[in-house]
């Protein structure tokens, strides 16, 4: 009943393809004078010879299969490779993935096994304007991070018997309500057996079921944000006596809501306090050392932060499964950034981010730390067009999960044609910086001017900043604070906090960003933008006490 898994982490081959002719040139079957690349990380900074490159890329793997697993159903996972991906094993073309952050699977038809197979896979991240997200060039991109490359996320073969449990759809309230839709595979009959284990794996509740069920689950303890309680929903298949699949999942029983204008855990209101961030790290590119994870959840809990926004586009299970141990609260952001008006008109592109978020919400919909969904950062919404399509994908978020609130991000403000649209109304606001820079007093009135405005447009609904901060560059000292210093970060981010946070209808405050990350090359940023409260390598800059005393105050 186990999944035998074979990880394919480690270092491949690797080679460009700049002229994007190993295709016809066979190199699916394999590839000469290949160069080695190690796997989860982007190519990008592995090699300075990669280091601006984005178009089409190989990578290359053998693997050993051993005999005793002959007669299961092999199939090849990536946790997130992109932005295209096309798959061959021993030779022959198993699958094609659009889309860098989130997990994919393919059957492998022709596995040897007592033997070597040989998994190729052609990654193309030249960036095209329908791509999601999308951009034009390496430089001039519709979004303020690094395009990077390569297949970021962990990669393992995993065996299955005949009949297999696809997925388990989870929803649960703090008061011990639990429902479980099982997706299964099989054509013949089954039953399952679930058991609900806790943190010492003693059984709390367990049941035979068909299908889908609902049930309260007594004497459970709730996750939340002090005490994130764990459990694991284990779901035993069981055909003619057999076990022939076994998954779990882990849960914890909350409830969040948006209500009464304000966010609510587990019945209390709760402030949002924290980041938008970025999954960003010298050499390793976009996925993140275990390390710097550990490091991270550290100094948001030293900060005080209870949440933070997996900008712009869905993290890692790896950072998302530490959310749910650390008990903190995640809006998880659909990689739908820089949105045009060509996009809100294509049919197709509509289609295309359905998929995008449907992907998202299936990887992740199980985990107590996520509470919310983004569906789109910055999108250009001043038209009706632009409103239409925002409703459409809120409305398709709705129709997957109708547990949790959504929203998207507004940089246009009161011009924005679909602001009143999401559960919440989040507001990314730069005044201070992109505008009026270097006066902050009359930045945060004007940010003081627009809340109070856009609250009277929409009494019902709370407000959260989702995005604001200034560029503070490490060891950039002045005395008075002018822009770019560290003393004008902290008392950008000092003054917004302050003045904010006393209107009641301010339900979250997210500074933009945890740590400064890489951009595309542009007049305005160094290498990074450099807007962290922590450098690229998590060295604190001057504002993070300010930060964490504020935050300690915010209810
Ligand atoms: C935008 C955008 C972010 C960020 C920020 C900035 O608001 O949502 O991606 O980079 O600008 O620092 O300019």
Redesign the pocket.
Known sequence: GVRPRIPLDGFWGFRLDPGNAGESNGWFKGFESSDHIYVPASWNEQNPDWDGYSGVAWYLMDFYVPRELNGLTPWIIFEGSGYLSRVWVNGVFIGEHEGSFTLFKFKIPNLNYGGWNRVVVKIDNTLKPDNIPPGEGLNATY???YHYGGIQRPVWVEFTHGCFIDDLIIATRHDGYLKVQPVVNCSRPFKLELSLLDKSGGVVYSRVVEGAFEDYVKGLEPWSIEHPVLYTLEARLITNNDVEDTVTERIGFRTFEVKAGGFYLNGESIFLKGF?RHEDYPIFGRALPGPVLIRDYYNMRRINANSFRT??YPYSNAHLDLADEFGVLVILEAPL?GLREHHFSNRDYLEKAKRVISEMIRQHRNRPSVVMYSVA??PNSITDEARVFLGELMNHVKSIDPTRPVIY?S?RHLDDKALGLGDAVAL?I?FG??SDTGDVETGVAKAVKLIEEVHSRYPDKPIIIT?F?A?GVTGLHHDPPVAWSEEYQELFLRRYIEELSKKPYVRGLHI??YADFR?PQNP?RVIL?T?GLYTRDRRPKLATRTVAELFSKLK
């Open positions: 979004f303020d991070f938008g900008s712009h950034v950062n910055e991000t940089f990314n730069y910086w992109y995005e901060g560029e933009w960003n951009t305005r933008n807007k």
